[in-house]
Every structure is written in C-alpha cells, then in structure tokens.
C-alpha cells in the first residue's frame, strides 16, 4: 500500500518561479517542478478498506479557494539537527489553516492523529546528511532576497507516495474542487 498525503498541488508557472534560484550544491538533490506540493495533512499507510471512506470524506469538504503566498525560503532539520530539506516558507493566513483542520476533521476517523503541528511550506530539495550547514548557508545566502510566489488554490488533491530510483513519486489519485460552503 502507498503511503497518502493531501495537498494543494503548485501550478507549472509557480513551480518554475520557486525554483529560479536553485543553485549547485554537492548532497542537494532539487524535487522537479511537476513534484512541487504544499502537504495539508500526511496520512501514511492507509488500510485499503478505510480507502472510499476517506475519499468520500475529502469530496465533501467544502470551502473557499485559498490565496497561497510564498515567502523566502528556510531549512528544515531532522531530530538530530542535521539540515533535511530547503522550503519555502507559506504565510499561514486564516483561509490556510481552515482548510488544514477541515482536512484533518475528515480524515481523523482513518488515521493517526497528527503529531506535528501546521507549518505550511513548499518542500523545494532533500539535503544528503553530508551536507554541512555552514555550506549550504553559504550557498543559499548567495541567493538573494526572493520575490514572493503567489497563486490561488481551488482544488487540492489525495496523492499517493512511490520511492523511485531518483526521487520519490507523487501520484494524484483524486483532486477535489475548492468551493464555497
């Protein structure tokens, strides 16, 4: 079985605009634009059988589109304090977070609840725990103050997780229409 996860997928044009500044460093491995996603809620492993339930639940939430804001990008760190991937920040407005807790009310009854809490982000790359962080500080610094990316959501989709010989591999297994209550 797959591991699941809901997001908000990152139109083709924005994908492009969030990567513009990457930059070659040894031990960072850049997600393809088509792989960009904003994660509302990961589920993991889901028994089949919970399947249509859960579905059925996503199709019936209802609410606005949201404006999505980009802002500059920041470092995530694993439990050892090792850099794990590059994101870009989202700003957290109130029509984000009400999509999240509608999305976890939903799928609350199939799966585990969520022990992290909401810190929305577009994952951009994976760090190689080679990578020190002074490196890619350095690296990343070099960049420059980023313009924000800005779009409007008015779908978000149940996708499924592969590990390919690359990079992992995001498959929409349903989308379901962002609209007014």
Request: proline content about 8%; hydrophobic content about 40%.
């Amino acid at each position: 079985m797959p591991r699941l996860f809901v997001a908000l997928p990152v139109p083709p044009d924005c994908a492009d605009d969030l990567l513009e500044f990457r930059t070659s460093v040894p031990g960072v491995r850049w997600l393809a634009p088509r792989s960009l996603h904003l994660t509302l809620r990961f589920l993991g492993t889901v028994d089949g059988a919970d399947l249509p339930e859960i579905h059925e639940a996503l199709h019936e939430i209802r609410h606005p589109p949201v404006a999505i804001r980009c802002l500059g990008w920041d470092v995530f760190q694993g439990g050892d304090r090792q850099p794990r991937a590059i994101v870009r920040a989202v700003e957290a407005q109130v029509s984000l977070t009400g999509l999240h807790r509608a999305v976890e009310q939903a799928v609350g009854p199939y799966v585990a609840t969520g022990r992290r809490r909401f810190k929305p982000h577009v994952t951009l790359a994976r760090i190689n725990r080679s990578v020190r962080s002074s490196r890619l500080q350095y690296c990343l610094d070099g960049t420059g103050l980023l313009e924000p990316v800005s779009w409007v959501a008015d779908s978000f989709s149940l996708y499924s997780s592969y590990l390919g010989r690359e990079e992992a591999v995001y498959i929409a297994e349903a989308t379901y229409p962002l609209r007014p209550r």
